[in-house]
Nanobody, 123 residues
Framework: QAQLVESGGGLVQPGGSLRLSCAAS????????IGWFRRTRGREREAVACIRFSDENTSYADPVKGRFTISRDNAKNTAYLQMNNLKPDDTGTYYC????????????????WGKGTLVTVSS
């Protein structure tokens, strides 16, 4: 069955970096649009980055532009979220998701979700 497993979260100081991984099994990840979402303190789950299957364009939420980079490795069937210059407001649970029907980067548009990985940015 289709499955997504996130990893790479942890505790990091402000200004530090983390790379999150999203390993897919049961399907070929590179055929689909991939999104990274997060649930932060006091907020609903929100999209932070997306890479479209149709044209491989990427998009980012305003708070992470210039700091986060989404990518995929077809050979490893894995997607990544490189997070640089992390801020305390980035703290939260990060989820990988896949849209198997289109190229959206919205909560409602995603068809498969991982369980999430916790990122904590603190001194």
């Amino acid at each position: 069955q289709a499955q997504l497993v996130e990893s790479g979260g942890g505790l990091v100081q402000p200004g530090g970096s983390l790379r999150l991984s999203c390993a897919a099994s049961g399907f070929t990840l590179d055929y689909y649009t991939i999104g990274w979402f997060r649930r932060t303190r006091g907020r609903e789950r929100e999209a932070v980055a997306c890479i479209r299957f149709s044209d491989e364009n990427t998009s980012y939420a305003d708070p992470v532009k210039g700091r986060f980079t989404i990518s995929r490795d077809n050979a490893k069937n894995t997607a990544y979220l490189q997070m640089n210059n992390l801020k305390p407001d980035d703290t939260g649970t990060y989820y990988c998701a896949v849209d198997m029907r289109g190229s959206t980067c919205t909560y409602a548009g995603m068809d498969h979700w991982g369980k999430g990985t916790l990122v904590t940015v603190s001194s």
